[in-house]
């Protein structure tokens, strides 16, 4: 996926100001990137961009060898679209409904969309689900659905806008689980939007989004250490404050382990 020059603009006029302005970036598969920034700063205008839900002012967005401009319907198969709230998404009255719908769109085979159907639901928990109504699911339960109804279509890119933001930390914990052995078993790149920096502590790579420009493309420790963060609207994830803080003090006698969103002592 690639963005060569891309500005947006949600009025036409010349004059409007940007949303984006010569953005230009590439990602791969197998990737984990988040994309950082203030509140209306752009990012989920970018992840929009991203699945050709909105196409740019200027520039170029491909998804492989295709342009979004195209508006070919096998981008938005291959950039699957998570949101912030499921109840945007789930459509079905049963889970294995709402699993369902987007393989009836796309006129998938009955046999190959139960075996799609099969796996999926293996692969996050929902079996014994299958059945029940979507209304009597929990939060996390819910967003697990959301999640499978993307997957089942076989996306090669994943774009999370805002996941995890209505789950609690044992909920949030499980999903990045999920995510990582989808990523580490399909190859698939994950790009996520989040205004908190605690929620994406898996992160290999980060992008920070100001005054309508990227102004970072690097590793997380490096962003952790540059000095612009306040003004970015970036705050320190709590755990790399935690670890700063406990190597300066009598604690460094401990060795530090991570694991998932925790820190423990040994």
């Known amino acids: 996926m690639s963005f060569d020059r891309v500005s947006f603009r949600y009025q036409q006029e010349s004059d409007a100001s940007p949303v984006l302005g010569e953005v230009s970036f590439s990602m791969h598969s197998g990737e984990l990137v988040g994309l950082y920034g203030r509140n209306g700063s752009g990012k989920s205008t970018l992840a929009m961009l991203c699945s050709g839900l909105l196409l740019p002012t200027s520039g ?15 981008i938005q198969r291959r950039v699957g679209v998570l949101f912030q709230n499921p109840d945007q998404q789930i459509v079905g009255v049963t889970v294995e409904e709402d699993l369902a719908f987007g393989l009836e769109n796309l006129g998938v085979p009955r046999e190959t969309m139960k075996l799609r159907i ?25 967003q697990k659905l959301a999640l499978g109804a993307v997957m089942v279509m076989e996306p090669e890119f994943l774009l999370l806008d805002e996941p995890t933001s209505q789950l609690d930390p044992w909920a949030r914990q499980e999903f990045w689980e999920i995510l990582e052995k989808m990523r580490s078993e399909l190859g698939l790149g994950i790009l996520v939007v989040s205004p908190q920096t605690d929620d994406l ?63 423990i002592l040994n």
């Open 60 to 74: 170029r967005v491909n998804v492989g060898e295709l342009d979004t401009a195209s508006r070919d319907p096998e």
């Open 118 to 142: 099969c796996e999926i639901s293996r692969k996050l928990g929902l079996e014994g689900y299958l059945e029940r109504s979507t209304a009597d699911l929990s939060g996390g339960m819910r």
């Open 201 to 263: 502590s898996p992160l290999e790579r980060a992008l920070v989004i100001h005054q309508t420009r990227i102004v970072f493309d690097g590793s997380c420790p490096d962003l952790w250490s540059r000095p612009e963060l306040s003004e970015w609207g970036i705050q320190v994830p709590e755990e790399v404050r935690l670890e700063k803080l406990l190597s300066k003090s009598n604690a460094a006698e401990y060795p530090l382990k991570k694991k998932g969103h925790y820190l």
